[in-house]
């Protein structure tokens, strides 16, 4: 018998896993995938090219020290900086934004003048200090009293009231944009950076996901060496060096409950492992329709409250001879995520069309191309590309499916690069598409949401998935307990959800917390 069954090998079910064995608890991961990761995994797509199946570039877990707290390096994790972090092209100029707080306002000043320069470095200089008060919050359980605690004096040096404070953060980030800045290529770039949590940034209460971008002048994204899923690997190895398991390929099928307790995790081989507790990993609405006797008021208040979406985008994995070549960018441009949208204007346009069920027109893209640097994940000679779009709905509203345009979808994604980097399109050898409904099929992401819950910000912080549900545990079904990209702090690579389930979960069965773990 298990202490807790995790059920779903994602980054953060590992997480979950790691601290709980290391704390003496007997963890068995079931998963029915054959790799570990999810979302944060990566495979061989063509021969010799190993591809991301979700997420490729890591920024927030570098900020919360979990990497150096269970010595991932120890197993086989080596991050690479991605530096210069963002690179956004226009004609023949591009705009550069690295670590260096100097070489960016450089490169604004190149494209954009001295103004923008010098507001972008006040901007960046204020946003990034309220977001290591943000960052804090995000690091545990959402109580009320914690985050009046570690939000407290934000914004403090500004001069600026608290009521004038609270606006900018309830404003749209493209309003705080044009407060800021006057070049619409600066603005443009900021914007389509911050809409990557899925949110439009003409939405109010979005400002900070513009804000949010200045931690990486703090501290850069990274990408594992050998691909994205390296992170859930060498978690994966942590966890077992501590006695802990990993089950692959059999799925849990139900979570058994006497009494309302929970007993264990029944699989689709038909193994039953008994248990303390469970931790679920999956989407909020997969855990709750794993129990084998629900709360029928609970689940059916959590399919009407919570908003999965009409997802968020698609991607196309490409192996190619040569990397896109962009005019006006730096030597250095390809270990940055690569902003490839035209206009502000452009971005309302893709939106309003998913918005309507539509695929985009002329999607937005964002490319990356870390086999510059990473030897490992393409064959010699070769290029792995990664091309994400968004906006693309998952249910179509005129009458086309997925499986029938996958094809010239991901052709679009295609010349979104090849439009500001003329002759890419010819170096493609190899396609994998990803749909929002490809999504859903192979990683669980239900409607291709890849946040599993919108990040609007009333899906946030103790709102998040719903406020019952908030706390990491299922409060109707004791032994119960949430964790993943559902749960606070949301979608992304973090791991803090993990983390702080797994204090939150040693806490229940030892009456006793953890100490700063437990947060």
């Not at 004096?153 to 407060?179: H, K, V």
């Not at 979570?255 to 990993?281: I, N, W």
Request: glycine content about 12%.
């Amino acid at each position: 018998m298990s202490d807790v069954v995790v059920v779903g090998a994602g980054h953060n079910g590992l997480v979950a896993a790691c601290y709980l064995a290391r704390e003496g608890h007997a963890v068995t991961v079931v998963e029915r995938d054959t790799v570990v990761g999810g979302a944060v995994s990566t495979v061989e797509r063509f021969p010799g090219f190993h591809m991301d199946r979700g997420s490729s570039a890591h920024v927030m877990v570098r900020h919360t020290g979990i990497v150096e707290d269970l010595e991932l390096e120890r197993f086989g994790l080596e991050y690479q900086d991605l530096d210069p972090w963002g690179f956004a092209p226009f004609g023949d100029e591009g705009l550069t934004f690295a670590v260096d707080l100097d070489r960016t306002c450089a490169s604004i000043e190149a494209v954009c003048g001295a103004k923008d320069a010098d507001a972008y470095r006040a901007f960046a200089l204020d946003w990034s200090a309220r977001n290591v008060r943000v960052f804090e919050a995000f690091q545990g359980a959402p109580t009320g009293g914690r985050l009046g605690r570690t939000l407290w004096g934000i914004g403090s040096g500004t001069g600026l009231s608290g009521l004038e404070l609270s606006r900018q953060f309830l404003t749209s980030a493209d309003a705080l944009l044009d407060a800021h800045f006057d070049d619409e290529r600066l603005k443009t770039a900021l914007a389509w950076m911050g809409a990557q949590s899925g949110p439009p940034t003409h939405e109010v209460a979005t400002a900070d996901l513009v804000g949010w971008n200045t931690v990486m002048h703090l501290r850069p994204p990274g990408h594992p060496k050998g691909g994205s899923g390296m992170l859930s690997v060498a978690l994966q190895r942590r966890l077992e060096a501590y006695g802990g398991r990993v089950l692959l390929g059999d799925a849990a099928t139900a979570v058994t409950t006497r009494g309302g307790a929970v007993t264990g995790v029944q699989t689709e081989g038909g193994l039953v492992h008994r248990a303390d507790a469970v931790v679920t990993g999956c989407h909020v609405l997969t855990a709750l329709e794993l129990l084998d006797s629900p709360p029928r008021d609970l689940l059916d208040r959590a399919r009407r409250t919570i908003r999965t979406g009409n997802g968020i985008g698609m991607v196309v994995r490409l192996g190619t001879s040569a990397l896109p070549q962009y005019a006006g960018a730096p030597d250095d441009v390809h270990r940055s995520m690569q902003l490839l949208a035209p206009s502000r204007q452009a971005l309302r346009r893709a939106h309003g069309e998913f918005s309507a069920g539509l695929p985009p027109t002329e999607p937005a893209a964002l490319a990356m191309t870390f086999s510059a640097f990473d030897d490992t994940i393409a064959p010699p000679g070769k290029h792995n590309v990664t091309v994400w779009g968004q906006w693309h709905p998952y249910a179509l509203a005129n009458g086309e499916t997925w499986d029938g345009i996958r094809e010239r979808e991901g052709d679009k994604l295609i010349a979104a690069v090849d439009r500001v980097a003329p002759g890419f399109a010819s170096s493609v050898e190899h396609v994998h598409v990803q749909t929002p409904l490809d999504l859903e099929r192979e990683l669980g992401l239900r409607s291709g949401q890849v946040m599993h819950v919108e990040m609007s910000l009333d899906q946030m912080f103790l709102w998040r998935p719903m406020p019952e549900l908030s706390g990491h545990r299922v409060p109707q079904v004791p032994g119960l307990f949430l964790t993943g990209a559902s749960t606070h702090p949301g979608g992304g690579v973090f791991g803090a959800s993990g983390r702080t389930a797994a204090g939150v979960v040693h806490s229940s069965l030892t009456r006793r917390g953890w100490g700063r773990l437990g947060r």
